[in-house]
């Protein structure tokens, strides 16, 4: 397995290229790039620009991990407003086009939700017209997965939405096809279940790993705490990633970011992961 960094990890003022220096000097083999509105690597991105971010990856000897949006929560796929799920679709197929672009096996996609309560006034949508609309959505985006070689990775998150591993597992072999799987989130499980049964059910299906720790007694958003210092029984998970043969990036998304400091989460999260790795690194 390799070891990766979410770029939502980093101070919300860094440029990627600070950002993948940084990851570099923290001991990461990979940073995961997140797909944005706009500014950098938005959903205008030119040619030059990934041929920059290429340029500043290989001077600094270090790979994507992934490529990531949070576009998915302005635009759900389970939106009411077909415009809205048009948007969605266009952002998805940028993001297939970029990862294309950069050698990225896997995207991260959030299908749509049911409601989502940490967004004020979100849109509650009726669970089985969610499922309907979340299939349709990627059954008419698997082709241009297809095609750029690159497969969709239904991450499990707050939403209200494919809830179980048995749920999500059924939803991804609904599909028949290599290039739909999970984009696992240890800690996003923890809520409401145990990311190392979450492994063993999805089996191969899994395609890309996110790690984060989580603290049921805290609960909400609140519960996200530094890694090791959670309820995630990481030697567990592990042992359930190598059952299964995983051998991808595991990558940390680290929220909220430090107070003071912020810079130092990302230190600190590579020596925890090293401790989590250290009996499985090849």
Request: glycine share 8%; hydrophobic share 40%.
């Amino acid at each position: 397995m390799k070891k990766g960094i979410n770029i939502w990890s980093f101070p919300g003022n860094s440029s990627i290229a600070d950002c993948i220096w940084t990851a570099k000097k923290a001991g990461f083999e990979g940073i995961e790039l997140s797909l944005n509105g706009e500014g950098e690597l938005s959903l205008s991105a030119t040619d030059q620009e990934i041929r920059d971010i290429q340029g500043r990856l290989e001077e600094a000897g270090i790979e994507i991990a992934g490529l990531a949006t949070g576009l998915y929560w302005d635009f759900p796929m389970t939106s009411a407003n077909t415009e809205t799920r048009t948007k969605a679709l266009d952002v998805c197929k940028k993001q297939l086009e970029l990862a294309s672009a950069f050698g990225v096996d896997t995207i991260l996609v959030i299908p749509g939700a049911v409601g989502v309560d940490f967004i004020p006034d979100s849109e509650v949508t009726d669970y089985e017209v969610a499922y309907e609309r979340a299939q349709e959505a990627i059954a008419y985006l698997l082709p241009y997965a297809e095609s750029a070689e690159v497969s969709i990775g239904i991450e499990n998150v707050w939403n209200k939405f494919l809830v179980s591993p048995l749920e999500l597992r059924t939803f991804i072999d609904s599909f028949q096809s290599k290039y739909v799987g999970s984009y696992f989130d240890v800690g996003n499980a923890v809520q409401s279940g145990y990311p190392e049964q979450w492994v063993r059910i999805l089996g191969h299906r899994i395609k890309k790993v996110h790690f984060k720790d989580y603290r049921r007694q805290a609960g909400g958003l609140h519960g996200f705490v530094d890694l090791l210092a959670g309820d995630v029984n990481y030697p567990a998970v592990m042992e359930a990633l190598r059952m299964i043969g995983y051998d991808n990036y595991v990558t940390a998304e680290m929220i909220p970011p430090y107070t003071h400091h912020s810079e130092q989460i990302v230190y600190n999260t590579s020596r925890a992961m090293d401790a989590i790795l250290e009996r499985f690194i090849d």
